[in-house]
């Protein structure tokens, strides 16, 4: 099981990401999938997640309305777009699914 995620980066305040996560070594239209973030000196909190088929997904509050979770199970691959970022998304955002994590991709929301 490999979970890889891309896209993270510096962006100014209100700007946008997109962050993939490319799945391999598991039947990942088993699974729902899910990303998640840790900021120094916190702990890593669940962002998002959706179940393996029907579209149906979760939100965490602070993210609700400005994030989107999707996934192509054909490509084996998850996103999560980020509209409206806030300096307080600053942190490395988690790829989750099978009981496995990817290594993290660095967001910084900054001017």
């Known amino acids: 099981v490999q979970l890889v995620e891309s896209g993270g980066g510096l962006v100014p305040p209100g700007g946008s990401l997109r962050l993939s996560c490319a799945a391999s070594g598991f039947r990942f239209s088993n699974y729902y999938v899910s990303w998640y973030r840790q900021s120094p000196g916190k702990e890593r909190e669940l962002v998002a997640q959706?179940?393996?088929?029907?579209?149906?997904?979760n939100y965490a509050d602070a993210v609700k309305g400005r994030f989107t979770i999707s996934r192509d199970n054909a490509k084996n691959m998850v996103y999560l777009q980020m509209n409206s970022l806030k300096p307080e998304d600053t942190a490395v955002y988690y790829c989750?699914?099978?009981?496995?994590w990817g290594q993290g991709t660095q967001v910084t929301v900054s001017s």
């Open positions: 959706i179940l393996n088929y029907g579209g149906i997904t």
């Open positions: 989750q699914a099978a009981g496995k």
